[in-house]
């Protein structure tokens, strides 16, 4: 699979792990430009959203787990 997050300012990564395998997907982001940050725990501390955010530009995405 691949996956490719993109950002208005030209910002892009493109990550494309082996089949079956393990993406480390925060180390992958701070190799290019962009951060992860988890922002949102429930009761029993399960991620419930995470955001993307744009080193260059400022800009992120929340994205939704739950
Ligand atoms: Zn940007």
């Known amino acids: ?3 490719t997050i993109e950002c208005e300012c030209g910002n892009k990564i493109t ?3 082996p ?3 393990y993406l480390q ?3 992958h982001l701070e190799t290019k430009g962009f951060r992860f940050e988890s922002s949102e725990y429930d009761k029993k ?3 419930k959203e995470f955001r993307i955010c744009c080193d260059k530009c400022r800009n992120y995405i929340s994205l939704g787990v739950d």
């Open 1 to 3: 699979m691949k996956l």
């Open 15 to 17: 990550m494309e792990p």
């Open 19 to 21: 089949s079956r395998k």
């Open 25 to 27: 997907l925060r180390d």
């Open 45 to 47: 501390s399960k991620m």
